[in-house]
């Protein structure tokens, strides 16, 4: 196959009609996963999902990190964006006709019935889930009900306010807050970004749908503020298109019969 920056439409077809393939995509488009759980997900063994993975990864559709709770571990994501760049491109190339519009992710409003809630958890609830929590809110408008904490809460790091401000979201005033706090919340989505925080999490009430965004924690890659901001920006970018797929799945969902997209 042809390197990341120049599948073709005929690679892309043949990339994705091995049904395995389509089924690994389909799993890490919900949950950054290890490969062990992708094994047990799709009842194949790991030569196996390993082959197609690294098919996968080739086309630039998924991509790995390594986990900040055991280095041993890999965490395999799902690249939908990629997935629908290589889409379109596929369309437009058969015909200039077949063009696939954009899902427009933005402003759904509360139709009936309560808010969906989702609960973003970290170890310090200092950053990460802090982003994730204003930056769901802000997107849609307070339809969707966000909220965070973290297993060992620590104060709001500064470069988490800057970043979100550049994106003209103010969360200075927000304080860290312990998981514990949710124990007795009902929640439809609880949503780990920190690899240590997932092996710890707790189960809540109603058997919300879990699902796990592998992060590493922006504020370790310097030894200063200034020094990480560049991995604040970064963590905040890649948080922003991961909320913009969880609204669109929300939206999609059979939990969240409230939502309804506005004209």
Excluded at 14 to 29: I, K, S, T
Excluded at 80 to 108: C, K, M, Q, Y
Excluded at 168 to 183: A, E, Q, T, V, Y
């Amino acid at each position: 196959m042809s390197t990341t920056a120049d599948v073709s439409p005929l690679e892309f077809l043949q990339l994705m009609a091995e049904p395995l393939r389509w089924r690994l995509l389909d799993e890490l488009g919900r949950s950054d996963r290890r490969v062990g759980e992708l094994c047990d997900l799709v009842g194949k063994p790991q030569s196996l999902v390993s082959y197609h993975l690294r098919e996968l990864r080739t086309g630039g559709l998924v991509s790995a990190r390594q986990s900040a709770a055991d280095g041993r571990d890999t965490y395999y994501q799902g690249n939908i964006g990629r997935f629908a760049e290589l889409l379109t491109a596929t369309g437009s190339a058969l015909h200039p006709a077949v063009r696939l519009a954009s899902l427009e992710v933005d402003a759904p409003t509360v139709r009936r019935g309560r808010k969906p809630r989702v609960l973003f958890l970290c170890t310090g609830n200092s950053a990460r889930s802090q982003m994730a929590e204003a930056l769901l809110e802000h997107r849609t408008h307070g339809a969707i009900a966000a909220r965070s904490g973290g297993s060992h809460p620590k104060p709001l790091h500064p470069n988490a306010v800057r970043v979100m401000a550049e994106r003209g979201i103010d969360i200075s005033g927000n304080r860290s807050k312990h998981l514990d706090r949710f124990s007795r919340g009902r929640f439809d989505r609880v949503i780990t970004l920190c690899d240590k925080v997932r092996e710890v999490c707790p189960e809540f009430r109603g058997q919300p749908t879990t699902a796990h965004w592998s992060m590493a924690d922006p504020a370790a890659e310097g030894s200063d503020a200034d020094a990480s901001y560049p991995a604040f920006v970064r963590t905040a970018d890649e948080i922003e298109v991961r909320v913009g797929l969880l609204i669109a799945q929300l939206r999609a969902g059979k939990d969240t019969p409230c939502l309804t997209q506005t004209s």
